[in-house]
């Protein structure tokens, strides 16, 4: 079962606005990642943002956490055409070592307009 | 440095047959994933491994799905036999720990 949902499914704005998409979980979590799909190719890691952290940035990327909420949001501002994709929160359950495997979201489908 | 290596990128089958699909972890990375993606059921995680050890295959969907890693650079799920309802994107992925995944570019099964 899915334990990330994003919000909304699709989103399309003009070019040069700023995009949120959200993204909603289930169970506790160790860390919150959002990846990037182009269309026809694999997943690309944007960010990562741990339990204990409320916000993190990253060039145009903007994350915030809320756990008590158990939601996340990711912001993307001055949007570029190059920045249409689909984008995925996947969250990691397991702390201390070892692998846990990363459950993702639907993703939200981002269209800029030029 | 080359990431993760997936064969092949394409394939096209018929109902029945066996399907083997190759995947190449980044090297130094001690964990890999396979997932499953589809326009109905999004990302699905089908197993993992954590140093060559299956950790958790809860996700492979049947009997009929299977994979292996015999070796730190090298794994393989294979379907037998396939059906049409297999047909999907299948991505393998590398990581250290808990960090971020390291995906390949997939490959895209058709199954007729």
């Known amino acids: 079962s899915q334990q990330g949902e994003e919000d909304p499914q699709a989103l399309s704005i003009q070019e040069g606005e700023n995009a949120t998409m959200n993204c909603s979980y289930k169970?506790?979590?160790?860390?919150l990642q959002w990846y990037r799909q182009n269309s026809g190719r694999g997943l690309v890691h944007l960010i990562l943002i741990r339990s204990n952290e409320r916000e993190k940035h990253s060039g145009r990327l903007r994350v915030t956490l809320d756990t008590s909420k158990k939601s996340s949001s990711l912001l993307i501002t001055a949007s570029r055409a190059a920045d249409t994709a689909s984008y995925f929160c996947?969250?990691?359950?397991?702390?201390?070592?070892?692998?846990?495997?990363?459950?993702f979201g639907k993703g939200t489908h981002l269209i800029i307009q030029p | 440095d080359a990431g993760v290596i997936q064969s092949p990128r394409h394939e096209v089958t018929e109902m029945g047959q066996e399907v083997t699909l190759r995947c190449k972890p980044i090297s130094g990375h001690n964990s890999l994933f396979w997932y499953r993606q589809t326009m109905m059921r999004g990302l699905e995680l089908l197993i993992y491994f954590n140093n060559n050890v299956p950790i958790d295959d809860s996700g492979m969907p049947e009997d009929r799905f299977s994979a292996k890693m015999p070796n730190a650079s090298f794994s393989t799920l294979k379907i037998q036999p396939s059906e049409p309802r297999d047909s999907a994107v299948y991505f393998c992925a590398s990581s250290l720990g808990l960090g971020e995944l390291f995906f390949g570019e997939g490959s895209r099964l058709t199954v007729l």
């Open positions: 996947a969250t990691a359950l397991r702390s201390g070592g070892g692998a846990d495997g990363l459950t």
């Open positions: 169970t506790s979590i160790n860390n």
